[in-house]
């Protein structure tokens, strides 16, 4: 069977990884293939273009995922932080990451499901090909999730106990998931939709084409409840539609500046009141073109996950 984790001080013995680990590291271990229920007491770096599938390892360094390489983990615990370079992806199942996870300029994606981790951050796209994504589902996040670049979605009982501030991503999607601090959704190219959340701070969304939605009833998606906003919810600068439903908002709205002007239901109680343009500029802004319906999903990441997987399989497992 192929090696899976060689420490660089028998990396002579290995013969096989051309890639350099971290500048910072003092001892890194590779990891080429699968490995089980180990403990790797140092830094952990799967090397470009490579791919990794853990299941029950513990790594108590740091996590580095080379650029175009792929790490799959499944019950794992990581005592320090994941940082992925481009066009790499990170997938972790019942898993704890106790530092934060760090996308760079694109970088394929992130996707966690059950489980935890420290603050998220996913670098803006830059002049890289690549679109990125993050997907939670049923996770939580300690700190905040600061996105500029992808398809961000929050789902399936997830939390978030910091901010989520998103700018210039494709879309930023909330489902019944909750976020302590603020929420901001800035220049979004098809929009947000947030259905069924709790958001404890103010909520700003801004700029964005494709359209806003929070609560069920509108163009972009069927979700089936509306959610409970802490502060004030500001809606402003949104061409595609915006549409505020069933929705408890402990503070002031805010839906100016909006093409089409946004529907506001009366089935939303709104303590502090609504603030909307005057009549005259309402009219002049009374058609645009109709949102698009939302077709985001996670197959992106299952389709990665797969390859991975399989080129992990493929590649064996050490004697570890």
């Known amino acids: 069977m192929k090696r899976l984790l060689a420490a660089v001080t028998v990396l002579s013995t290995a013969g096989v990884l051309a890639a350099a680990p971290p500048a910072s590291a003092a001892l890194t271990t590779y990891c080429v293939g699968t490995g089980g229920a180990v403990t790797v007491p140092n830094d952990l770096y799967v090397p470009a273009g490579e791919s990794c599938a853990l299941t029950g390892t513990i790594v108590t360094g740091n996590v580095s995922v080379a650029a175009g390489a792929n790490l799959v983990?499944?019950?794992?615990?990581?005592?320090?932080?994941?940082?992925?370079?481009?066009?790499?992806?990170?997938?972790?199942?019942?898993?704890?990451?106790?530092?934060?996870?760090?996308?760079?300029?694109?970088?394929?994606?992130?996707?966690?499901?059950?489980?935890?981790?420290?603050?998220?951050?996913?670098?803006?796209?830059?002049?890289?090909?690549?679109?990125?994504?993050?997907?939670?589902?049923?996770?939580?996040?300690?700190?905040?999730?600061?996105?500029?670049?992808?398809?961000v979605r929050l789902d399936a009982g997830s939390e978030v106990s910091g901010n989520v501030s998103s700018t210039g991503t494709y879309y930023t999607d909330v489902h019944d998931s909750f976020v302590d601090g603020t929420l901001s959704v800035l220049n979004s190219a098809t929009g947000?939709?947030?259905?069924?959340?709790?958001?404890?701070?103010?909520?700003?969304?801004?700029?964005?084409?494709?359209?806003?939605?929070?609560?069920?009833?509108?163009?972009?998606?069927?979700?089936?409840?509306?959610?409970?906003?802490?502060?004030?919810?500001?809606?402003?600068?949104?061409?595609?539609?915006?549409?505020?439903?069933?929705?408890?908002?402990?503070?002031?709205?805010?839906?100016?500046?909006?093409?089409?002007?946004?529907?506001?239901?009366a089935n939303n109680r709104i303590r502090r009141g609504v603030v909307t343009d005057p009549p005259a500029a309402a009219a002049a802004r009374s058609a645009a073109r109709p949102a698009a319906p939302r077709t985001d999903d996670t197959s992106k990441a299952d389709e990665r996950r797969a390859d991975a997987v399989q080129e992990a399989t493929a590649a064996g497992a050490a004697d570890l």
């Open 73 to 151: 983990v499944t019950g794992g615990r990581f005592a320090g932080d994941v940082r992925i370079a481009g066009n790499g992806y990170f997938d972790a199942s019942d898993t704890t990451v106790a530092g934060p996870v760090v996308l760079a300029a694109g970088g394929y994606g992130v996707f966690l499901k059950d489980a935890a981790s420290g603050a998220v951050t996913v670098r803006a796209k830059g002049t890289t090909t690549v679109d990125s994504f993050l997907f939670v589902e049923g996770s939580s996040v300690t700190g905040s999730v600061n996105v500029q670049a992808g398809e």
């Open 192 to 265: 947000s939709v947030v259905c069924g959340s709790s958001v404890r701070g103010k909520a700003t969304f801004a700029g964005n084409l494709g359209g806003v939605q929070l609560g069920p009833n509108g163009p972009l998606d069927s979700c089936a409840s509306g959610g409970f906003f802490g502060k004030d919810v500001s809606v402003t600068s949104t061409t595609g539609g915006v549409t505020v439903d069933d929705n408890i908002i402990d503070g002031a709205l805010t839906a100016t500046g909006n093409t089409p002007v946004a529907q506001i239901a």
